[in-house]
Structures are given as structure tokens and as C-alpha cells.
């Protein structure tokens, strides 16, 4: 029997095609895992065939993934027609062009696949990498996917904080890397990644069913046959001399494409978690240079996984440098907004898209917020809708009894938070670091299951924040923080403070600057296709 393959160490999850119809066969009676840590699957399941070894013989390397199903009474023919259409689109590519990572890899195991022509040109699959010292600018590759905002603002956090930070040194560049870089179906990723979210049960399907390790493994190794040779274009195309990852499912492809062309120690790469305690299993890959973590649980979490204690820095979460800056007078920012400039205000805010019960808790606040007695309010709101214009439109429709402002997409969150005293929101990691940062307790009102199921403890045991999904409570508690219980506000915007790691991306792009000035030698690539 050959050797299965393409299971390994480096290996990672795809949401996709494979994992769907994987899960009718994974399970603990059907693989068993060899001495060398590859992954093998009896007869009648997932198998994966490739070959491995020396490549000096080789120039190329066809790996091939071939997926079958026992056939039983029970199974449908349904199911074995989409198994068997699975099988010849597979073969049918493999027949076609030479894919996975044998199509970029050359040379011996010793010279960790690149081959040297004698001249100091490195060559791989027509792809010169002229070794020379490094020239500035110096480049920085960013890769993110729009699974949610929060990957997004931490690559255009780190962006920002070269800018400032190094000025023309370096030349940044984001990236989409799956959307941008990868073919029909896995481009759709962020698009299945909303579907499966609003289907909160399906999210946790595929959240906590591809966390064990040999799942997401075999997974990634069957997806790469794919993608592999359009990411490595897609990596040389930015010419990049640090890679950033700021996503769980940008490690493993790049880092298996750098290693077969022997640029692991001529390229930095870098993972920065942005998840504040709860994570994915994916996040962490042994061969990044460094895994940037934002709290102590993610560094446990982080070695656990096998990575050294000199590859885990614990800095925070990157957020923008405009954070950082001297924030004005409040009554100043309250009159650039509308707001009144005496009232206590409560910033309720639901994403970029503006999701979640923000109506609700928003005319709940309306009523907890005006005291009959006195027949005037005792506080004020500040609304961010984000992209929901229908949302925005509704509210501003509204006879309100207390002073309202309703906003639709803002760029400039750091003075909504500055000019509000508390902030209600869903349990996503970016908010909760600006909210600290800016000394704002927070109010929960919603988790995303997985990665954001960790935040809600996070914030309630560290004495900054509560949590609720009632409208109504949620709405009391705001109206006691405005009256009796405004001592209780005052503490917990400490504890927020304490905790707080403002300077979080400029010692991540300063220990990234370091990182590249000890390598004195970096690659230039030419990428002829």
C-alpha cells in the first residue's frame, strides 16, 4: 500500500466541498495515525494518495486526492452519484495540470526544496528568486479574509502603524488572500462564512467539527491540491519580505509554499490572533517566526499547540493608532455629533452590518432612560447602524422621549466611544479592545459560538462589563450605571483601563522591523508565468 499523504504538521481547515461530504466518514473507527504522523483511512472511506520522499529525482510530484464512499443499501444513489462526480472532477484535474505543491517544488530535502543553478539563482517552476541583499522599501504582505470585520480592521491597524511608524521604509499591502488569490469555490469563502453565521447551528458545526486535528488536517491537504499553485502566484506577485497573517486560515498554504521553495528563513512570517481567549485550533502553525497573541490565555493556548515560548509574543490586539492619540474633550465631541453635552450617553452599536436586537434595546433604553417623576430624561443614546440603512431609517423615524442620535457607517469610532460612558455591543474581540482602551464598561448583548464564546467571561470575571441578551435588563442596567449605581460605572471603566493594551500594534510592528533587520539576506522574486 503507498504511503498516504499530504497529512501533516502544516496542514490546516478549508470549510468546503471536502469537509461536507468528509463528515460522512470521519470518525474514530475509520483512521488510524502511522509513527510518522501521517493519517490513513480504511478501504471504504476518505483516501488520500500522493508520494513523498526525495526530490532530486523528481522535478515533479503529482499529488492526487481521491475520495470514496462504501456503497451500502442505505446510502443513496443520490449520495453516490455527487461522491462519484467528486472523484472524476478530481482525477480529471490532476490529469490536466500538475497541482499541489510539487508544481513549486524543486531540489533536495537539505536545500528545504530550492535549488541553487550555481549562479545563486534560486528556481522554482520558472520562478527566479535572486537572492540580494534587501532593498527598501521593504514590503509587507498582509493576508485577511472578510470572515467578519475584525480581520480586517487588525490588517488595516498594522497598515496604519507602519505608515506611521516607518513612513516610505516599508510598502504594505492587504489582501484577500482566499477571495483574491484562489479559484471557484474556495473564492466564495466569505460568503459561506455569513450563511453558515446567520445559521448560528451550522456555524457550530463547522467550527467545533473541524477542531480536531486530523479533520482539518486532512481537510487542507485535499483543498491544497487546488490552490496551491494560484496562492504561490498570488505570494510572489506582492514580492513580500514579512508575511503577516491575521486570519486561522492563512498559515498553512503559505507556509507550505515558502518551505518547498526554501524561503522559510528568508521571508518572516507572522501570525497576530485576533481572538481575545477562545481560538480555533488553526491559528497556531510550528513554523511561523512569530505567533503574536493578544492575552496571556491565547499564549497557554498557543504553546499547548507545540510553538516555542521564543516564537509567542503576548502585546494585545492590534488596534488603530487613532486610539492612541489624546482623545478631546468629551462636551467637544458630543457637539460635533449632536448629542447633548451634559447628559450621561450609551453608545449601542451592532458591526459593521449593524446586526443583532438594536431596535429593541433601543426603545428599551428609551423608556429606562426618562423618568416619569421628573418628566426629563436622564440620559442619552448614540446609535451606529453601520450598512443598515433600513435599520437607521426606522429609528430615525421614532418620536423619541430622550435625546437620539442615529448614525449609519462610521470611520472614525475612537470619537463615538470618546464622547459615550458606556457601550452595549455583540462580544466581538476588536470592539472589546477599543472599548477598554477607551475606559468604556461594556454591556454583551451577543457571541458568535467558537471564537467569541470566551469574550463573554472575559469581560464579566475581569470586573469591566456584563452581559445579557433582555433588551430590558440590558436597558436597566444602563439606567442604574446613570443613577444609583454610578460608582459601579466608575470602577469598572478602571478595570477597562487596566487592561487596556493601547500600544499593542506599535510593539508588533517595531518587533516586525527588528525580525527583518537581523536577516540580511532576503529574496527578490521574478514571477513569470
Not at 479592545?433 to 464564546?453: D, K, S, W
Request: charged share 20%; proline share 6%; hydrophobic share 40%.
Amino acid at each position: 500500500m503507498q504511503n498516504p499523504s499530504a497529512v501533516n504538521q502544516e496542514s490546516g481547515p478549508a470549510f468546503d466541498l471536502v469537509t461536507q461530504l468528509g463528515h460522512l466518514a470521519f470518525n474514530k473507527s475509520f483512521y488510524s495515525l502511522n509513527s510518522d504522523g501521517f493519517c490513513s483511512f480504511k478501504p471504504n472511506y476518505m483516501y488520500f494518495s500522493g508520494f513523498r520522499g526525495s526530490t532530486q529525482k523528481r522535478r515533479r510530484v503529482i499529488a492526487a486526492a481521491s475520495l470514496t464512499l462504501g456503497a451500502r443499501n442505505s446510502v443513496s444513489s443520490s449520495v453516490r452519484r455527487i461522491v462519484s462526480e467528486f472523484n472524476r472532477a478530481i482525477k480529471f484535474h490532476c490529469d490536466r495540470i500538475p497541482i499541489g505543491f510539487a508544481s513549486v517544488r524543486v531540489g533536495s530535502e537539505d536545500s528545504n526544496g530550492a535549488r541553487e543553478n550555481g549562479g545563486g539563482v534560486l528556481e522554482v517552476e520558472g520562478l527566479p528568486l535572486n537572492g540580494v541583499e534587501a532593498a527598501t522599501p521593504k514590503r509587507v504582505l498582509i493576508l485577511m479574509s472578510d470572515t467578519g470585520g475584525g480581520h480586517r480592521a487588525s490588517a488595516e491597524a498594522i497598515k496604519a502603524a507602519f505608515n506611521e511608524e516607518f513612513g516610505d521604509d516599508y510598502q504594505v499591502f492587504v489582501t484577500d488572500l482566499w477571495s483574491d488569490h484562489t479559484p471557484w469555490p474556495f473564492n466564495q469563502l466569505p460568503k459561506s462564512y455569513n450563511f453558515l453565521v446567520k445559521h448560528g447551528s451550522l456555524w457550530k458545526m463547522t467550527y467545533y467539527g473541524s477542531a480536531p486535528r486530523v479533520i482539518h488536517q486532512t481537510n487542507f491537504a485535499a483543498t491544497s491540491t487546488f490552490i496551491a499553485r494560484e496562492v504561490a502566484k498570488g505570494l510572489m506577485k506582492y514580492q513580500p519580505d514579512i508575511i503577516i497573517s491575521v486570519h486561522p486560515l492563512m498559515q498553512h498554504v503559505p507556509l507550505r509554499i515558502l518551505r518547498a521553495k526554501g524561503l522559510l528563513k528568508k521571508i518572516v512570517f507572522t501570525t497576530v490572533v485576533t481572538d481575545l481567549s477562545t481560538c480555533h485550533p488553526t491559528w497556531f502553525h510550528k513554523l511561523v517566526t512569530r505567533c503574536y497573541c493578544p492575552t496571556t490565555d491565547v499564549a497557554k493556548r498557543a504553546l499547548k499547540a507545540g510553538l516555542q515560548p521564543s516564537q509567542v509574543k503576548v502585546y494585545g490586539l492590534p488596534i488603530r493608532p487613532s486610539f492612541v492619540k489624546p482623545i478631546r474633550p468629551k462636551i467637544e465631541l458630543r457637539r460635533e455629533l449632536g448629542m447633548d453635552e451634559d447628559l450621561p450617553a450609551v453608545l449601542l452599536m451592532g458591526g459593521g452590518e449593524g446586526m443583532g436586537p438594536i431596535e429593541a434595546t433601543a426603545r428599551a433604553l428609551g423608556d429606562a432612560l426618562y423618568d416619569e417623576n421628573l418628566g426629563e430624561p436622564i440620559g442619552q443614546i448614540l446609535v451606529i447602524c453601520g450598512r443598515n440603512k433600513k435599520l437607521a431609517s426606522k429609528l430615525l423615524s421614532v418620536d423619541w422621549k430622550i435625546p437620539v442620535q442615529v448614525k449609519g457607517f462610521v470611520t472614525k469610532m475612537e470619537e463615538c466611544m470618546g464622547a459615550c460612558d458606556c457601550i452595549i455591543t455583540k462580544a466581538g474581540p476588536g470592539t472589546i479592545a477599543e472599548a477598554m482602551i477607551r475606559g468604556l464598561p461594556i454591556i454583551l448583548n451577543g457571541y458568535i459560538a467558537g471564537q467569541e464564546v470566551g469574550n463573554v467571561p472575559y469581560v464579566v470575571e475581569n470586573g469591566f462589563g456584563k452581559f445579557s441578551k433582555s433588551p430590558k435588563e440590558i436597558a436597566n442596567i444602563v439606567a442604574r450605571w446613570f443613577g444609583p449605581k454610578a460608582d459601579e460605572l466608575k470602577a469598572m471603566s478602571q478595570n477597562a483601563l487596566k487592561l487596556a493594551r493601547p500600544d499593542a500594534v506599535f510593539k508588533i510592528v517595531h518587533d516586525l522591523h527588528e525580525l527583518v533587520r537581523q536577516r540580511s539576506f532576503v529574496p527578490q522574486y521574478s514571477c513569470t508565468t
